[in-house]
């Protein structure tokens, strides 16, 4: 029997009002057995709640009795943050500890800043995890989200796009990104600087008793914010020159990255009458481009370089024969 599961049914009647044993259950995570089990241990304590029969019953608290039992654990003040993000939360292992904390705060408003607040809860949600692609499995994230707290280095097992892929590291966490459903840590390697592994990537994680302080000047935040810039320069390494229809035009932005789409705004001529334009956009290289390009289909043209436009017509004839079209032989 938890201590702590107790003061959540507690929270729960006092902010809630009544409730029947099966909800308290579902809100808990517990069996409905075990739903009334804690209700009769709280009235066994003394706590006055009062059960009510028939359709619409359930338990509830006497009127005018409230507690204030509602000191938060180190967890749950940490979890604060992550309240108005379930997914992250659950992903760092604070997934209970956030609804415990939103339990006891809800607990200490008065009643009418108590139905506001749920009234807010109600109409606001935040999903973080772009489309197209399942979120990324982050099993060891936990452990470094310990480590980065307490300051303690990791032993970890990294694969990385180069050879070897596989690499060993003892990282020192600074801090920890969630950028569009994919989480990165902030990590420096003994005398080493600060680089940003994907989480994903990390195939075994092991805190070790070695502890470590981060520089006096890092700043996480103004740490991402070069790192995106760095990553942006070295991410496109030469240019093409394009055509598109209008219609290839407005279906830019939901099939290229937005450097591309705010290139072709900035540099679009009309060309003939029917509404193409030709813009030079950034590109990473040919493959990649080909990839990206081709989402448009017939709405896109390739002028420049002559390499990506090989590319772009060698793919096209490879499908045309792969679907036997006449002239494709």
Not at 78 to 92: E, K, S, V, Y
Not at 137 to 152: E, Q, S
Not at 215 to 237: G, I, Q, S
Request: hydrophobic letters at 45%.
């Amino acid at each position: 029997m938890s201590a702590g599961r107790l003061l959540s049914v507690l929270l729960l009647l006092q902010s809630r009002g009544r409730m029947s044993a099966r909800a308290i259950a579902e809100e808990l995570g517990v069996s409905v057995r075990t739903a009334y089990r804690d209700v009769e241990r709280l009235q066994g304590a003394g706590v006055p709640v009062c059960a009510e029969p028939g359709r619409g019953g359930g338990y509830r608290l006497l009127d005018g009795y409230r507690t204030r039992l509602t000191g938060m654990s180190e967890g749950e003040a940490r979890a604060l943050l992550f309240a108005g993000l379930p997914g992250a939360a659950a992903d760092l292992g604070l997934a209970a500890e956030v609804t415990a904390a939103r339990l006891k705060l809800l607990a200490a408003l008065p009643a009418g800043l108590r139905d506001e607040a749920a009234r807010t809860a109600a109409v606001f949600h935040v999903d973080a995890p772009g489309w197209y692609r399942e979120p990324d499995p982050t099993p060891h994230l936990p452990v470094f989200v310990d480590a980065t707290l307490t300051r303690r280095v990791v032993e970890a097992r990294y694969r990385r796009w180069r050879a070897p892929q596989e690499v060993s590291r003892r990282l020192r966490p600074y801090g920890l990104v969630l950028k569009s459903g994919v989480w990165y840590v902030v990590a420096a390697t003994e005398g080493g600087t600060a680089a940003a592994y994907r989480v994903a990537r990390v195939l075994d994680a092991v805190q070790a008793e070695e502890r470590f302080e981060p520089p006096r000047d890092f700043d996480l935040a103004a740490y991402w914010a070069a790192y995106l810039e760095d990553f942006r320069a070295r991410r496109y390494t030469g240019t093409a020159t394009i055509r598109l229809s209008p219609r290839g035009r407005r279906r830019l932005p939901d099939n290229v990255a937005p450097e591309v789409v705010r290139a072709v705004d900035a540099t679009a001529t009309a060309v003939g009458g029917d509404g193409w334009v030709e813009a030079v956009v950034p590109t990473e290289s040919t493959a990649h481009a080909c990839g990206e390009l081709l989402r448009l289909g017939a709405d896109v043209e390739v002028v420049a370089p002559a390499g990506l436009r090989r590319a772009m017509a060698e793919t096209v004839g490879t499908l045309a024969r792969a679907y036997g079209l006449p002239g494709s032989a």
